[in-house]
Structure formats: structure tokens, C-alpha cells
């Protein structure tokens, strides 16, 4: 059941490629519709890994977010329903990865994702909208930041980890200068945590360190389960939500709930 409040658009963004941003974006995204949210997700990495995720089939990826970011279909035209209750998505397809050319060409080339949200009013429509990113700071992350409230960051405790979060923020500084002064991040997650490995812990130590509170408290181990589940077009949530990686996506997701409806009463 929709509350009837405004969504909350999160991008979940980091430029480098296997932190697990689509995992996080896939399991937080099922484990909010779970308590009874309504939760659209936005895939805009040409890979559309987030699309095969959640079990949807290329044959029924006609309208994607490339035909809402270039504007040529209505929004409505491309959400898809996922097998969760309460959950859909707005798939992707390899034509996205020219989409950068394309939107460089166009005027407003970094509010049409914002505008064309705006226009199809899906603020109205649900609780939560998570915008996976494709893992570049690209033409497609520039108009997810620009529509996006705040940013989700999945990071992974390995040995340039930092280097790439200060790269990230200093973009998130730049768009919220000049594009969209409302932008704020959301916070940092930690994610395929080994707390055996020394160099993760000693990461992990120094996120907190540099991030203080943005840094979630639930730490995403590094798990078996959830890398099989998107071959078994699947969230983690639903292919074994006993496993250790679902328990810990369960506890983000109501950290992340807990810590908006605080940020709404205070």
C-alpha cells in the first residue's frame, strides 16, 4: 500500500564495476517492498543486470530507460511488474550504452531523466524509486543524481576503496553545485565484507573514520547465495532469504526506513 507521501529517489551509484551496486540495489529494493512499500526500480546500466535480476525476460524489454531518457515513450509505457508484490522496474537494455552519444546532442542533456519522472508524476505513485547506475561517471549517473534525492553508495572494503569514494563524493559535490542542490548521500554501504580479510576490516575502520554516521551499521558479507540468485533471475531475498547475505539486505533496509522516518519527524 502506497502511504500516499512523496517517493524518495535514490541513486545507488559508484563508478567502479563489481562492488555490488546492482545486488544492493536489487535486495534493498525486495526487502522494502516487503514491509508493504510500493518501489519502483530504475535500471539505467546498459548491462541491465537489475532487469535479469528480478527475472525479466529480454523478449519483454520493448520500452526501457532508454526510450524514458531519451524521451521517446512515455514512462508509464515501460514499467514492468516483477513477481514481488509491490515492486516494479522500468527495464534496460544494451541500447542504453549509446544513450551517452545521443544525450550529449540534446538540450537539457542532464535534467531529462528528472523531467521525465516529473512528468509521468511517479513521485505520486510510490514509496521508494532506487536508480541502479551504470559503474561510470557518465552522461546516464549525471541524470540519475539530478533526479535522485540522495545517493546510496555500495562500496567494497578492498585496497582503493577510498580513492574511488572521494571520487565519487567530489562528483556528488559537483552536481549538487550546479545541477541539484538538494542532492545528499544517503549514506555508504559496505558490501562482499570478509571479516577474516585484515585489509577489509582495516577499510572498513577508515570509512567510518572519514564518513562517521553516513556509513550504515549493517555491513553486507561476502555470500554464496546472493551472487548465485540473478542466475536464477531472483533476488537473493526470494532464492534464499535464510542466507546470510538476505538477513543482512533485510537489516539495511530497515536501518535505511528507520533513518528516514527519523529524518521526517525530526
Known sequence: MHSGARAKIIAVANQKGGVGKTTTAINLATAIAAVKKKVLVLDLDPQGNASTGFGIDRARRDITSYDVV????????????????????????????????????????????????EKAQLREQYDYILIDCPPSLSLLTINALVAAD???????????????????LKTVEQVRSSLNPMLTINGVVLTMFDKRNNLAVQVEADVRDYLGEKVFKTV??????VSEAPSFGKPALLYDHRCTGSRAYIDLAREMLTRDANQQAA
Open 70 to 117: 531519451l524521451g521517446t515513450a512515455p514512462v508509464d509505457d515501460a514499467i514492468l511488474d516483477t513477481e514481488i508484490p509491490g515492486l516494479s522496474i522500468i527495464p534496460s537494455t544494451v541500447d542504453l550504452s549509446g544513450a551517452d552519444l545521443e544525450l550529449a546532442e540534446l538540450p537539457q542533456r542532464n535534467f531529462r531523466l528528472r523531467y521525465a519522472l
Open 150 to 168: 540522495s545517493v546510496l553508495v555500495p562500496l567494497q572494503c578492498e585496497f582503493f576503496a577510498l580513492e574511488g569514494l572521494s571520487l565519487l
Open 220 to 225: 553486507i558479507p561476502r555470500n554464496v547465495r
